[in-house]
């Protein structure tokens, strides 16, 4: 496997039988000629690949150290699940979320090959061919990490599409900072405990810390947009995927809506949210 750059995914056996199957279909599908890494959270997968640009990894047997986070972490989440509202529970759900965490610092430590490492959700499909071309418009070498941020509205980014530079001069520290929260529990502490937050949380603290650079993709389309006059908490809210160009290229099926609608979305979005630029 060689290339600049990697695409890092996860998933269980359960979640590749409702959806994963189709990212792995669609990334075949559209020949996408990028390394493809997929992190088994579970030993129970039965999605084989023969493709020697895909890569399965047992995400719990090559990172023994995370072990020491699943250890009776439910005497840490049952007292905030009983309290919190059903509709908010997972944003305390840190074991959930923590699969995310784990595959891409793996990634990063053991694969020191590529320049970039783009996370994509696997709850997404891929529509048309790119190629790294794409990728480096989105990221720049003073950058960090490349975000699709959201307005205050929603709290937090959309984390299901995001670039880190490995090459940063801060990247191993931010990485072994977001590390030790989860091995020393201490992102109980923390006001949320799912990905998206934590994420943010610490790229904020280096932002301020080191005066770090990063790409927010969401502004940088708001920016770009011909109609000046479309409110921007409401334009940076929900699923920001489905009104940004990278919409001709991936389809996140978050939430409720199924695949159909959400490409009637992604169409009408589209002729909504016309842009200066192209990608």
Not at 25 to 32: G, R
Request: charge should be positive; glycine fraction near 2%; aromatic fraction near 18%.
């Amino acid at each position: 496997m060689n290339s600049d750059i990697c695409i890092v995914t996860s998933f269980n056996q359960k979640l590749y039988e409702k959806y994963a199957y189709q990212f792995i279909n669609s990334y075949l599908e559209q020949k996408i000629n990028i390394d493809l890494y997929i992190y088994s959270e579970d030993d129970k997968n039965n999605f084989k690949c023969n493709n020697n640009k895909i890569k399965v990894i047992q995400l719990l047997h090559n990172f023994p150290s995370i072990k020491k986070f699943y250890n009776n972490n439910n005497n840490y989440q049952l007292k905030k699940y009983i309290e919190c509202p059903e509709k908010y529970k997972w944003k305390y759900d840190a074991i959930r979320f923590s699969y995310k965490i784990f595959s891409i610092i793996h990634n990063f430590n053991n694969y020191p090959n590529y320049k970039y490492i783009l996370w994509i959700d696997a709850d997404t499909l891929f529509l048309k061919k790119f190629n790294y071309k794409l990728i480096y418009k989105l990221i720049k070498e003073n950058n960090m990490i490349s975000f699709l941020g959201r307005s205050k509205l929603e709290g937090h980014s959309e984390c299901g599409f995001l670039i880190f530079n490995r090459n940063h001069k801060y990247m191993k520290e931010y990485f072994n900072e977001i590390l030790h929260l989860y091995l020393s529990k201490n992102i109980y502490n923390e006001k949320e405990w799912h990905d998206s937050y934590i994420w943010d949380l610490i790229r904020k603290k280096y932002e301020e810390k080191y005066n770090i650079k990063n790409f927010n993709i969401s502004k940088y389309f708001y920016r770009h947009l011909k109609n000046k006059n479309i409110n921007k908490n409401i334009f940076m809210a929900k699923n920001i995927m489905l009104k940004i160009p990278l919409n001709k290229y991936f389809l996140h099926l978050k939430g409720k809506i199924n695949k159909e609608q959400k490409k009637i979305i992604s169409q009408n979005d589209n002729n909504n949210y016309l842009y200066s630029i192209e990608i």
